[in-house]
């Protein structure tokens, strides 16, 4: 059984830093990714890693995202991190991991539809 576990959700105020973790069990994957989804808004990327034969352990994030947040891999761990920093009130979202099962297709990681399996979704609320 598939299990994406993320943890490392909080309250913290601008400016502050928060790592998200996501352990990942019960199959091999190709490429990880963190999304959020804002109340109202649908849901957003924010950064991938992929380790395909398309990628060879590329990371991609969004441009808001870009110096200040950092996507990671322990493979030994099967877990991926989001190293968030310079929080600002708008980051303020559930975040979610998805993983993606191996493809011989070419997929587009931004996209939640390069992805087979989500994680139950942790909050991170940043205050003024």
């Known amino acids: 059984q598939v299990q994406l576990v993320e943890s490392g959700g909080g309250l913290v105020q601008a400016g502050g830093s928060l790592r998200l973790s996501c352990a990942a069990s019960g199959r091999t994957f190709t490429a990880m990714g963190w999304f959020r989804q804002a109340p109202g808004k649908e849901r957003e990327f924010v950064a991938a890693?992929?380790?395909?034969?398309?990628?060879?352990?590329?990371?991609y994030y969004a441009d808001s995202m870009k110096g200040r947040f950092s996507i990671s891999r322990d493979n030994a761990k099967n877990t991926v991190y989001l190293q968030m920093n310079s929080l600002k009130p708008e980051d303020t979202a559930v975040y979610y991991c998805?993983?993606?099962?191996?493809?011989?297709?070419?997929?587009?990681?931004?996209?939640?539809?390069?992805?087979?399996?989500w994680g139950q979704g942790t909050q991170v609320t940043v205050s003024s």
């Open positions: 998805a993983a993606q099962r191996p493809t011989p297709l070419h997929t587009n990681v931004i996209l939640t539809a390069a992805y087979d399996y």
């Open positions: 890693i992929s380790w395909s034969r398309w990628s060879g352990g590329s990371t």
